[in-house]
Every structure is written in C-alpha cells, then in structure tokens.
C-alpha cells in the first residue's frame, strides 16, 4: 500500500470498514460491548447484509450496486486491503502492449538497417522484420501478430525518425550529436564566423571549355551576417579555403567598372578610423574586413585540412567542426548559401535549379560566363547587394 497515493489509501480504508460490517456484522471500530445493527444481525444472510450496505451507501450519496458491493467483497477476502485498492494510478501498462519482446526487437534492428538505406515503405520493413525473426534463435517459435498490431508497432517505433520521409534528414537526426548542442552566441563582429560550401545551382564555362559545375564557397560573420568572402572553384581544396580566409582579412580593393558607390569611403562604414591601421583601405571596397577570433565548419576535408589548419594557427583563430550531421550547427552559413541561390545564380544564364525536379531544357545551351568572369560579377554582387542588404538589417 506505500506505491499508492494518500487518497487512494483513504479510500481503500474506507470500504474496508464497511465491507467488514457485511462480513462480521459490527464496524471495525465496534467497542467489546456492541452489538449488531438489526440488518446486519447474525440471523440476516451475507446476500441480504451486501443489499442493506447497498443500500444505505446510495442513501448516504455514494450510488453502489449490490453486485458491485459483492465483487469487493469477494477482492477483500482475497487480498484484503489490497483488494480494494484502485490499481489504476500505480497499473503499468506495457509499452507495446502484449506484441512479444523479440518482435520489438527485430523491427527496432529493421528499423535501424534503413537509417543509412534508401527510402522504403512500411510493407519492407514488416517484411524485414519477418526475416530477423526468421533467422534468429529465439525467433524461431514467436508467432508475429495481426498486421494491424504490426503497423501500430511500427508508428510507435518511427516516430520522429523520418524513416519513411527524406533520407538526409533521417541520417542527420540519426547520427547527429548526443549531448547538448547548438549555436555559439556572438556579440561582437569576428568573434564567431562559420564556413562552408555547397554547389552553385548554374552551369559555367570552365577553363578547359567545358560546361559543368562549381562549388561555392563562402564566409558568414554570425555577429553582423555579414558575408566576408565567396569564391567559385570546379573542387573546394584546402588552399581555397585558406585563399577564403585571406581574403576575408584583407580589403576587397576596387575593381575597374566598379561604380565609385561601392568605394568603402561612400558607405556607413568608419572608413577614416579604419585608414590609420591599413591605408589600402583607401582604395578598397564596401565590405567589411573581419578577423576571426573562431571558424564553425563541418567535416569536409578542406576544411579540416593540413593546410587551413595551419592557416587558422598563423592567425591564432580558433577551428571548431560541428557535430557530424548537425548542419544546424552553423545554421547562418547554410542559410546564406541558400539566400545565394535566390538572389543571385537564378539571374545568371545557365540557371539549373535546385534539384532536378527544377531544371528546366537544356540550360547548357545559354551563353554562360566563365568561371573568371563569374568570380568577378560574384565579388561586385558580394558588395552591391549582399553586404548592402546586411548593413540595412544590421
């Protein structure tokens, strides 16, 4: 009875009296000298005893049956207090109900095999798990239940898994960090950045005079959202991170045909302060030069590299990957490289969308800019729109 709550010992106690009074005919309370109630006198027999208590407990307001009062009669001679306990507060319910342990666990391990896999439906993993079974020991006697109870089990198994929807997601949220995660803060412009790359959704013509595709990459300052640096390769390398970096500290120098409103000296920035410390500064262009202090990246091998390594520590900045399959980590990087898809490569010939789903006929047939002459237009965007756009929110 120490498993039950306060009120349900209460109660129980409360029957017990007046299930006493029906079995022996005196209250457990009676002193030596009572005697028994006419009712329940030694003359009347437990039938009629359990129809006067009912009775007289659905006079006193509590509505009770006879058969009810028979039925905890017979629990109290059975398990005493115990009996009338309600069991409904304490009552474990089975998680999966009554399907069998071993078929829990052969769909948890089908379940599991189709984390890295391509996306199925339900009917292979019942399937599958019908093959576990089948080759395991202690499979060999367990009768699988209905189908129905095998889908149910099979909901309460995937939930929030992704096992039926996008297997990168179902991959990330597999395989991604166990312990408490999430974005650094910053307060301060260079204190935290984050680096990444990702294909640009348009077709280049390439040095070899080819058509195909390039890899952009890019550097967000998570304090301002301010992109620091791009750079278009065929292959992000682990010098064209470093090349990256450098050009993140450094000014971005005027380009000829640049308009003089994109000179720094035109925009908000504190141009004249910034002029006692580098003097190219004074032919440089609207964007703000950042050092960092620390780089989120993922787990690419450029980034991870050798040489962007010993780059970081030439500057003493500070690298720090995020959990594999935690793109969420270095969410602004992401988002940033999403914004450049819509703002800038679907203005661009050879515009290929985002997936195939998206790509229309034969964009290799544009007339399409060199990888060159993308980089330039890339850079001049970076300061015209890109930084304008996040000064203003800034």
């Not at 239940?145 to 096992?163: C, D, W």
């Not at 790359?197 to 959202?225: F, H, I, Q, W």
Request: proline fraction near 6%; charge should be neutral; glycine fraction near 6%.
């Amino acid at each position: 009875m120490e498993t039950f709550p306060a009120e349900v010992v209460e109660k129980a106690l409360w029957w017990e009296g007046h299930i006493f009074e029906v079995l022996h005919g005196l209250p457990p309370d009676a002193g030596p000298d009572a005697v028994a109630r006419p009712e329940y006198g030694p003359d009347r027999s437990l039938t009629a005893r359990q129809r006067a208590k009912a009775a007289e407990l659905t006079a006193a307001g509590h509505a009770v049956t006879a058969s009810t009062l028979a039925h905890r009669r017979r629990r109290y001679q059975a398990d005493g207090v115990l009996g009338l306990a309600d069991h409904r507060p304490v009552r474990r319910t089975p998680e999966f109900g009554t399907v069998d342990a071993v078929v829990v666990a052969a769909m948890r391990q089908a379940v599991a095999e189709a984390v890295d896999a391509s996306t199925r439906a339900g009917t292979f993993i019942l399937w599958r798990t019908g093959e576990i079974l089948r080759d395991a020991p202690e499979g060999q006697d367990v009768r699988l239940p209905s189908q129905r109870t095998l889908y149910r089990l099979l909901a309460k198994l995937t939930t929030g898994t992704h096992t039926f929807g996008s297997a990168a997601t179902r991959r990330s949220r597999a395989h991604g960090a166990l312990a408490p995660f999430g974005e650094l803060p910053a307060f301060a412009p260079g204190e935290v950045m984050q680096i990444d790359s990702t294909p640009l959704d348009a077709l280049v013509l390439l040095d070899t005079g080819v058509t195909g595709r390039v890899e952009l990459t890019a550097m967000v300052d998570v304090a301002t959202r301010t992109l620091t640096a791009a750079v278009l390769r065929p292959t992000t390398k682990a010098v064209d991170a470093s090349v990256l970096l450098a050009r993140t500290v450094t000014p971005e120098l005027m380009r000829p045909g640049w308009v003089d409103a994109l000179r720094m000296s035109r925009s908000v920035l504190p141009h004249r302060r910034l002029l006692e410390l580098d003097e190219r500064l004074a032919h440089a262009a609207a964007r703000p030069v950042i050092v960092p202090e620390m780089i989120v990246c993922d787990h690419g091998k450029a980034f991870i590299s050798r040489n962007f390594l010993s780059s970081c520590r030439f500057l003493e900045i500070d690298l720090q990957p995020a959990h594999k399959g935690s793109g969420f980590e270095k969410g602004h990087i992401e988002k940033m490289l999403a914004s450049v898809a819509t703002l800038f490569a679907q203005f661009l010939p050879g515009y290929t969308g985002r997936t195939t789903d998206h790509r229309g006929r034969h964009p290799e047939r544009e007339r399409l800019w060199s990888l060159l002459e993308l980089q330039e237009i890339l850079d001049e965007w970076v300061v015209a729109k890109f930084t304008d756009r996040d000064l203003c929110c800034s």
